[in-house]
């Protein structure tokens, strides 16, 4: 220790220490503000109090110890705290000086701070871990993490429940396992190199709500909402890794389409009620239009005679034009009033009778575009309506033959079968080897008015119309396609006892068999045309008003046959019916109704339990006359005085 002089700055100079020349409060703030940066401790720990101590510390030399400091927590293995102050007079004025540093500390306490820091920070990423793995398992969303590999290297409870299977069983799995089963929305097979995960993987791109459906043990459904998100290092382009989160929309898929099937439903009823108001109104001037036509065809053909002139035949092809067009209408508004839902009759039918009566009628269609093969036999009856059959045949027919691209009846078939479902059902298939229907359309095309063709060479209405009238029959109608794998439409009816019944024949008119007959209509030129029809053979009454009708009837007035309109103002045709049921029963029972489209329920029911025939308009001038001749033989006993 070496001898120390007394003058104050001397001996801090021997001591190798600068005296602080400035004022005591700064010395001692910024003494205190550099011991607190070297030892990473409080400010408050570092206050040197009073001028005595100072002075005492001073006196006794820099070697000395500040014990207050020894046992703080920040100095650990031994390091030690050494203190020197002095005091000095400068110019009059006592300074109070002081110096504090440290010895042998900067490492251990560097050391200290790291190990305390690497501590506290292990303890905060375990408690971030242990919460991190309870979110994980508590979440109700499926987690997936997968490797590059594609293996899954962790999955939640959730994603075991969702997917069917156990957390072991989705351990190392792979989305390029051959036991996954999964489709797509449009139900076409979901191949495991295109799952969400496969595609991150590949593209580092993230997949957001994807729908995919999967088979839970190979046969259950489950639909699931997935997303894949990619993992990647700091500044790499490809993914290390992805998540895939998933959500079962099972049951809100199955809300859904019933919501979507409801709209539909609503959609058809509504458009059938358009339907059959237009029908009603298109059926009234077609049905004058229609027999003015074939009765002007007669007439024209009678003066004529055997040698027709160039201009004859020349007005009769124009005429004979315009019928087709007619029936081209008929044919249209026929569409529209089975949209509408009337209610065909259900009785044995032939199926191969059907079958070769719409062969017979698409012909036009399928000549030199395909083949059509019937393998329909005459072994199956069903429940429905011969003609409704037929329709619904001669659709899908033409839709075949329309969906070929190419004309070539070598290679485009069409195969007409037929067979037992085994549950009292039998079902007739339509099948052809065209291009198929697109998957995305599979859910529209039974929609009213959904026509893939270009406008004006469909209407839309052949599916939905073939649909609304098979399942009036207690039937069903789909379809099942593939792009380039051809389509197949199926009708399931109940079957009934084979048939062999002939088709009626037309009733013709017996020479002078003449009757009184009344025709009751609001609309005059129908009233005119089926008086010019009828009235070569017969007496015809005509009325607009069907209150003027029955107002004669009450009066005693006689008539073998009652042609009668159902849909009238002031009192309908089943009013008048019935009224006349009670004062002329024995009319009553003469009446023909006419309707151009019941489509009020009312009047289904009503000609549904009425005795009576209905003619449907349009009708030809034969089914007119052979429904009159008809009612005069069956009514053939004469009539009261």
């Known amino acids: 220790m070496p001898v120390l002089p007394s003058d104050e700055v001397s001996r801090s100079a021997t001591l190798g220490y600068l005296p602080l020349d400035a004022a005591t409060d700064a010395a001692l703030t910024g003494l205190v503000s550099l011991a607190a940066d070297v030892l990473g401790a409080s400010g408050a720990a570092l206050v040197l109090v009073g001028p005595a101590r100072q002075h005492l510390l001073s006196t006794r030399g820099a070697g000395n110890i500040d014990h207050l400091f020894v046992e703080h927590p920040l100095l650990v293995e031994g390091c030690t705290l050494r203190l020197h102050c002095a005091l000095s007079e400068l110019e009059g004025s006592t300074h109070e000086l002081a110096t504090a540093f440290v010895t042998q500390a900067a490492h251990h306490l560097e050391s200290a701070r790291?190990?305390?820091?690497?501590?506290?920070?292990?303890?905060?990423?375990?408690?971030?871990?242990?919460?991190?793995?309870?979110?994980?398992?508590?979440?109700?969303?499926?987690?997936?993490?997968?490797?590059?590999?594609?293996?899954?290297?962790?999955?939640?409870?959730?994603?075991?429940?969702?997917?069917?299977?156990?957390?072991?069983?989705?351990?190392?799995?792979?989305?390029?396992?051959?036991?996954?089963?999964?489709?797509?929305?449009?139900?076409?097979?979901?191949?495991?190199?295109?799952?969400?995960?496969?595609?991150?993987?590949?593209?580092?791109?993230?997949?957001?709500?994807?729908?995919?459906?999967?088979?839970?043990?190979?046969?259950?459904?489950?639909?699931?909402?997935?997303?894949?998100?990619?993992?990647?290092?700091?500044?790499?382009?490809?993914?290390?890794?992805?998540?895939?989160?998933?959500?079962?929309?099972?049951?809100?898929?199955?809300?859904?389409?019933?919501?979507?099937?409801?709209?539909?439903?609503?959609?058809?009823?509504?458009?059938?009620t358009l339907a059959a108001g237009?029908?009603?109104?298109?059926?009234?001037?077609?049905?004058?239009?229609?027999?003015?036509?074939?009765?002007?065809?007669?007439?024209?053909?009678?003066?004529?005679?055997?040698?027709?002139?160039?201009?004859?035949?020349?007005?009769?092809?124009?005429?004979?034009?315009?019928?087709?067009?007619?029936?081209?209408?008929?044919?249209?508004?026929?569409?529209?009033?089975?949209?509408?839902?009337?209610?065909?009759?259900a009785v044995p039918t032939?199926?191969?009778?059907?079958?070769?009566?719409?062969?017979?009628?698409?012909?036009?269609?399928?000549?030199?575009?395909?083949?059509?093969?019937?393998?329909?036999?005459?072994?199956?009856?069903?429940?429905?309506?011969?003609?409704?059959?037929?329709?619904?045949?001669?659709?899908?027919?033409?839709n075949a033959a329309q969906a070929f691209e190419g004309e070539d009846a070598t290679k485009n078939r069409v195969v007409v079968a037929c067979e037992s479902c085994g549950d009292g059902r039998v079902c007739i298939s339509v099948s052809d080897n065209g291009p198929g229907i697109p998957p995305e359309l599979h859910r529209r095309i039974f929609d009213p008015f959904f026509t893939t063709k270009p406008i004006g060479q469909a209407t839309g209405l052949g599916l939905s119309i073939s649909r609304s009238i098979v399942t009036s029959l207690g039937g069903v109608l789909d379809v099942d396609s593939s792009l380039g794998g051809g389509t197949t439409f199926?009708?399931?009816?109940?079957?009934?006892?084979?048939?062999?019944?002939?088709?009626?024949?037309?009733?013709?008119?017996a020479p002078g068999a003449a009757g009184r007959i009344l025709v009751i209509d609001d609309e005059?030129?129908?009233?005119?045309?089926?008086?010019?029809?009828?009235?070569?053979?017969?007496?015809?009454?005509?009325?607009s008003d069907s209150r003027e009708a029955l107002r004669q009837i009450e009066a005693g007035e006689h008539f073998d046959?009652?042609?009668?309109?159902?849909?009238?103002?002031h009192l309908s045709g089943d009013a008048l019916y019935e009224r006349v049921a009670t004062v002329a029963p024995a009319i009553a029972a003469r009446f023909v109704f006419i309707t151009g489209g019941a489509c009020e329920t009312r009047l289904q029911r009503f000609l549904s339990q009425a005795p009576n025939p209905c003619l449907d308009k349009p009708f030809s001038i034969d089914t007119l006359r052979t429904a009159a001749q008809q009612q005069l033989e069956r009514h053939a006993a004469p009539a009261p005085a």
């Open 350 to 398: 032939d199926v191969g009778r059907a079958v070769a009566s719409a062969v017979s009628m698409a012909t036009v269609d399928l000549r030199g575009k395909a083949t059509v093969v019937d393998k329909v036999g005459s072994s199956f009856a069903v429940m429905a309506d011969e003609s409704r059959l037929a329709q619904i045949l001669v659709s899908l027919l033409v």
């Open 278 to 345: 237009i029908g009603h109104e298109i059926n009234n001037p077609l049905t004058f239009l229609l027999a003015n036509l074939e009765f002007s065809l007669g007439e024209l053909d009678a003066v004529a005679g055997g040698e027709p002139t160039s201009r004859v035949r020349g007005l009769a092809k124009a005429l004979v034009e315009a019928q087709e067009g007619g029936e081209r209408i008929r044919k249209i508004v026929g569409g529209l009033r089975a949209l509408a839902r009337e209610v065909p009759k």
């Open 561 to 569: 046959v009652v042609f009668c309109d159902l849909m009238m103002p």
């Open 490 to 509: 199926r009708i399931q009816l109940p079957a009934a006892e084979a048939t062999t019944a002939k088709a009626p024949t037309r009733a013709t008119v």
């Open 524 to 543: 005059p030129a129908v009233l005119a045309a089926i008086g010019r029809i009828l009235g070569k053979d017969h007496d015809v009454v005509m009325l």
């Open 114 to 272: 790291h190990q305390r820091a690497v501590s506290v920070e292990r303890g905060v990423a375990q408690e971030s871990a242990r919460r991190l793995e309870v979110l994980f398992e508590a979440m109700s969303e499926g987690v997936v993490v997968q490797e590059r590999s594609g293996e899954i290297s962790a999955a939640n409870t959730a994603a075991a429940r969702i997917l069917g299977l156990t957390p072991e069983q989705l351990a190392g799995r792979s989305s390029l396992d051959p036991t996954w089963r999964c489709v797509r929305e449009d139900g076409s097979p979901f191949p495991g190199s295109e799952h969400l995960a496969m595609v991150t993987l590949q593209t580092g791109v993230p997949m957001v709500d994807v729908v995919m459906g999967v088979y839970k043990d190979g046969e259950t459904l489950s639909w699931i909402s997935v997303n894949a998100l990619p993992l990647r290092e700091r500044g790499a382009d490809a993914p290390y890794a992805v998540i895939t989160t998933f959500h079962d929309i099972t049951a809100m898929k199955a809300a859904q389409e019933a919501a979507e099937r409801l709209t539909r439903q609503e959609h058809v009823v509504t458009t059938g």
